[in-house]
């Protein structure tokens, strides 16, 4: 416990030397890192694409290699997601790797394999699990028996200690359900984040049609920033939450892309951001070698006049001294 929170206080002071390089200096500290280690993926949810995007992956000593070139840029925050990360039959090497390496390491899953992987989990400081609704909702989009498997998810995480969490990605088929989200999340003792679907899909840049319809999409949000207000175990701060409700429209906020935050793709690929670059992305897929060959290669998006990924706006919004955001993600330590 005393060297978690001694580890807590290091990375706290790099995220505070991060604000004062990026935002006074004006200089790149890539300290966030989002990592889709698999496009493969065991559901096929309709709002995403992954699934239909090229499988090239980096082989175990290859990604082990990124993160130690990822530490020594200055990176200790990392995220793994996909596809579905634990398809993946290496990844309590990749998760060790990292843990034992300093990162604050996530896991972003569908939740399906982790009780048979929960001793893979022990290197995971937080663990990110999907559900968008009620059994009947959740299953018509993510496939039959994905509720039951994330809620028996939920059990094995903690029942071990790890944390973990909820993500709603609020669509067509689920934006009514947000009051029953938010009680399977009360009744299990975890809190749950909210966001909307892209408008396209990744794998072909199509319009995503499960993009939810957008005046009811916002009569949401308002009902749940007063649930919020309330008390209710939502990750979201509500300056986050006010910011989301503008979706679609043009909303700008401070970009982190390729400042304070990279993706980086199965083949090695690192972005500024998955979802700005993610055209690029698709045209031309470079023959990656190493990370560290990257790092100064990485533009920050121009143009970008919204976000919509819900962490990445909380981001955001602590960066640029938001009192609210930022007591709101000292309450979620």
């Known amino acids: 416990m005393a060297r978690s929170i001694a580890r807590t206080g290091l990375h706290a002071l790099r995220a505070l030397r991060a604000l004062y390089d990026v935002r006074v200096r004006k200089r790149p500290a890539l300290l966030f890192v989002s990592w889709n280690i698999t496009f493969r993926c065991n559901l096929r949810c309709k709002y995403c694409g992954a699934c239909d995007v090229r499988r090239d992956e980096w082989p175990t000593e290859k990604v082990l290699q990124g993160l130690d070139d990822l530490w020594e840029m200055g990176a200790r925050w990392i995220t793994f997601g996909g596809g579905e990360p634990l398809m993946r039959p290496d990844l309590d090497t990749i998760l060790r790797h990292a843990h034992k390496r300093g990162f604050q390491t996530y896991l972003s ?148 892309a390729g400042l304070l935050t990279c993706s980086v793709e199965p083949d090695g690929t690192m972005l500024a951001c998955h979802q700005v670059d993610i055209a690029r992305f698709l045209r031309d897929r470079p023959n990656v070698q190493r990370i560290a060959e990257q790092a100064h290669g990485v533009c920050t998006p121009s143009g970008c006049t919204a976000c919509w990924c819900a962490p990445m706006v909380e981001l955001a919004l602590v960066f640029s001294l938001c009192r609210e955001p930022i007591l709101n993600a000292l309450n979620r330590l």
């Not at 009051?179 to 009360?186: G, R, S």
């Not at 949000?221 to 649930?227: D, S, V, Y």
């Not at 175990?233 to 982190?256: E, F, K, M, T």
Request: one cysteine or more.
């Open 109 to 256: 899953t569908n939740g399906w394999f982790v009780p048979q992987r929960i001793a893979d989990l022990q290197w995971v400081d937080h663990v990110n699990l999907s559900l968008d609704g009620t059994r009947a909702t959740n299953d018509a989009v993510r496939g039959h028996g994905a509720f039951d498997k994330t809620i028996e998810a939920i059990a094995a995480c903690r029942a071990t200690g790890v944390p973990v969490s909820l993500q709603c990605v609020l669509a067509a088929h689920n934006f009514n359900e947000h009051e029953e989200v938010v009680q399977i999340a009360v009744e299990r003792g975890v809190s749950v984040m909210f966001q909307p679907a892209t408008q396209w899909l990744d794998s072909s840049l199509e319009p995503n049609p499960l993009a939810p319809p957008v005046e009811p999409y916002r009569e949401t949000i308002a009902r749940l920033i007063e649930m919020k207000q309330r008390g209710a175990p939502i990750r979201n701060s509500v300056a986050g939450l006010r910011h989301l409700q503008r979706w679609p429209d043009p909303s700008p906020i401070w970009c982190s």
